[in-house]
């Protein structure tokens, strides 16, 4: 098993649990998709499996080494972290993906480091950007830019914070296609927080369903219910196959929604 | 695991690198040659075949060599090192506080410095003045002076450091703090100078005078230390200042512990101002503006932004003072003016420059 993660409980600093009893494994080659609403623990549970945030209990293995003891650079050789927000300075892409390195350089990087970029930015078709600062790039450049980083790190596991939260939807579905890619070609793993359902239903092997950080539902792409997703979203769905692959459409109401006006009083 | 092939690594990034080494490379060379003529230039002009002749020891005529080697040679160091240490501290206070306006000032380092220079002057009795036969005026306890600054100045820093602890290393924390802070000290200062006699009010305004003429051996010796270790400390932590750069949570991502590497910066960069204030006086700009002038020419990567942004406030200060020493000769100003007039312009040509061009 690639990536195991037991019975993680998160609380944070006054006391209020985040996340309870979660657990799931992910295999080579296999992509997660964590879904739920807003709060429901989605972020944490990447950060506790990163080790970012300490989890009250639980246990985190990549291949069979329990990570959460290992120093933060002997976790990042593991795990390659893209968090939900970058910032852009003036540095070139091929300085920015070059970063990625870090946790296997001493002092400075060697040549198989620089060609290591150098191979990450042909894979990601991001040569001819290689000289371009990162102010300069759309924010489907910068995503793909901040994937080539997590993949010159050589992880076995890939962590994503909601990738596509900023994208439009080309760009969206470019990259979450590229993420499968990589992660099947390179035999990794993959957990990714969405809030688009039908996106993880395209791009993902295993849907795992959050609510009031508790895992309320654990399912494959073509096992989804519509009872699942109006119980943890609380918002009536269809679930209905297009073109081979189930896609989630939300009911929407007839009646406009209402607002009370409140009637202006004379004096 | 490999999972990348060998790519074949461009070869316009390896001439954008080479370009940048030469920048460093020509900033030496600036260094250089500011450094011969802050021995050369002054009140008397030591031509420069004297100047190596008497740094190699060597017979000089007349009083060439005592000028060179025990007036103008200390002065210079003391120019160097304190650019070099102050501008290294902005450049690493502006990355660890993600903030374009670290600064000494920012974190109220300077401001607790001349509270406590004012404070050895009014409640030490350090302030007895000595008229000099160029009518300039001097702290006459001038140790007891530097060690009081530096003590205020590190009480400062570890209260940020403190309270960036207590709340969480943010960013904002650290500068809220600071700013607060430097806001208690200058009014601290004004306090005393509102009932201090007029004596004591010049030494206290005097010794805020940032000027490279009060360093002796002693005090270079004190800065070359720990102007040494605090770069070689800024340099090991170069590609973490790089990582959070990219943000606290990517940093986090890559194995950098960035609470630690913060505390640690913003530890180190309070030590390097507090002693090259407490023997210089307050030096302002050079930490604030040199970084800014290096990143507009070479970019944010601390590889190349650390020794740059070191050369760049050498020169700076190392061309200060050789003005200084030259515009009224024989009075001497106070290095701290010229800094600010010879920075700034630059500085706004190339924000100007930056924003046609973009």
Same mark, same amino acid.
Request: contains cysteine; aromatic residues 6%.
């Given at each position: 098993? &690639? ?5 993680? @409980? ?15 494994? $992910?295999?080579?080659?296999?992509? =997660? ?53 970058? +910032? ?14 870090? !946790? ?12 290591? *970029? ?7 078709? $991001? ?23 997590? =993949? ?5 596991? =890939? ?18 296609? =590229? ?8 035999? &990794? ?65 007839? +009646? ?12 | ?75 210079? $160091? ?7 240490g102050l501008a290294a501290a902005g450049a690493a206070m ?5 903030? !374009?306006?670290?600064s000494p000032?920012?974190?109220?380092l ?11 002057? &009014? ?88 000027? *490279? ?5 002693? +005090? ?10 605090g770069?070689?400390?800024f ?23 960035? +609470?630690?590497? @913060?505390?640690?910066?913003? &530890?180190v960069a309070a030590m390097l101002t507090?002693?090259i ?10 930490g ?41 000769? !024989? ?28």
């Amino acid at each position: 098993m &690639m990536l195991s993660v037991q019975d993680i @409980r998160a609380e944070y600093r006054n006391g209020q649990l985040v996340l309870d009893n979660i657990g799931f494994s $992910l295999d080579r080659g296999r992509t =997660l998709a964590v879904l739920g609403p807003n709060g429901a623990g989605k972020t944490t549970l990447l950060r506790c499996i990163n080790g970012l945030m300490k989890p009250r209990h639980g246990v985190v293995r990549v291949e069979d080494i329990d990570v959460l003891n290992l120093h933060p650079n002997a976790i990042a050789h593991r795990l390659g972290y893209v968090a939900q927000r970058h +910032e852009v300075g003036r540095v070139k892409v091929f300085d920015a993906v070059l970063l990625g390195r870090k !946790p296997h350089m001493v002092w400075s990087p060697s040549r198989a480091d620089l060609s290591k *970029v150098s191979g990450a930015l042909d894979r990601l078709g $991001l040569r001819s950007l290689a000289l371009r600062y990162l102010d300069e790039l759309s924010g489907g450049e910068l995503q793909t830019v901040c994937i080539a980083r997590a =993949l010159v790190q050589e992880p076995s596991v =890939l962590l994503l914070d909601e990738p596509t939260s900023s994208l439009d939807l080309k760009n969206r579905l470019d990259i979450l296609a =590229l993420i499968r890619r990589i992660v099947r070609e390179h035999r &990794m793993a993959a957990v990714i927080t969405l809030h688009d359902i039908n996106l993880g239903l395209r791009f993902a092997d295993q849907l795992l369903f959050l609510k009031d950080g508790r895992v309320f539902a654990q399912v494959e792409p073509d096992a989804l219910k519509a009872e699942t997703v109006a119980a943890v979203y609380g918002v009536a769905v269809d679930v209905v196959r297009h073109d081979g692959q189930k896609v989630v459409i939300p009911r929407i109401s007839v +009646e406009p929604p209402t607002f009370k006006q409140k009637n202006k009083e004379t004096p | 695991m490999s999972h990348l092939n060998q790519g074949r690594i461009p070869s316009a990034y390896a001439a954008y690198t080479r370009r940048k080494t030469k920048v460093v490379a020509a900033l030496m060379l600036l260094c250089a040659v500011l450094f011969f003529a802050a021995l050369s230039l002054g009140a008397v002009h030591v031509p420069l075949r004297e100047v190596i002749r008497a740094l190699l020891g060597l017979e000089t005529t007349g009083y060439w060599g005592i000028i060179v080697r025990d007036i103008r040679l200390p002065h210079a $160091l003391a120019a160097f090192l304190a650019g070099a240490g102050l501008a290294a501290a902005g450049a690493a206070m502006q990355s660890i506080l993600r903030n !374009p306006l670290g600064s000494p000032f920012t974190l109220g380092l300077s401001q607790a410095a001349a509270f406590g220079a004012a404070f050895a002057v &009014m409640g030490l009795g350090a302030g007895v003045m000595q008229s000099t036969q160029t009518d300039a005026v001097t702290v006459a306890r001038s140790g007891l002076t530097a060690l009081t600054a530096f003590g205020a100045c590190m009480a400062a820093a570890l209260i940020v450091i403190g309270i960036g602890r207590l709340r969480g290393a943010t960013p904002e924390v650290l500068v809220l703090s600071g700013v607060a802070l430097g806001s208690l000290f200058s009014a601290g200062t004004m306090f005393l100078q509102y009932f201090a006699d007029d004596v004591q009010l010049a030494a206290m305004v005097f010794w805020t005078f940032g000027d *490279v003429g009060r360093a002796g051996w002693r +005090e270079v010796g004190y800065m070359a230390a720990v102007v040494g270790v605090g770069v070689a400390f800024f340099s090991i932590n170069r590609w973490n200042y790089n990582a959070i750069d990219a943000g606290d949570q990517t940093a986090r991502g890559l194995g950098v512990r960035v +609470e630690r590497v @913060r505390l640690m910066g913003m &530890m180190v960069a309070a030590m390097l101002t507090a002693v090259i204030v407490a023997f210089l006086g307050v030096i302002g700009f050079v930490g604030l503006v040199c970084p800014h002038i290096v990143r507009r020419i070479i970019g944010d990567d601390h590889r190349f932004l650390l020794p740059a942004t070191c050369l760049t406030g050498s020169a700076l200060l190392l061309a200060a003072d050789t003005i200084a020493r030259l515009v009224l000769a !024989p009075h001497v100003l106070p290095v701290a003016v010229l800094t600010a007039f010879l920075g700034a312009p630059a500085f706004l040509y190339l924000l100007i420059r930056r924003s046609v061009g973009s």
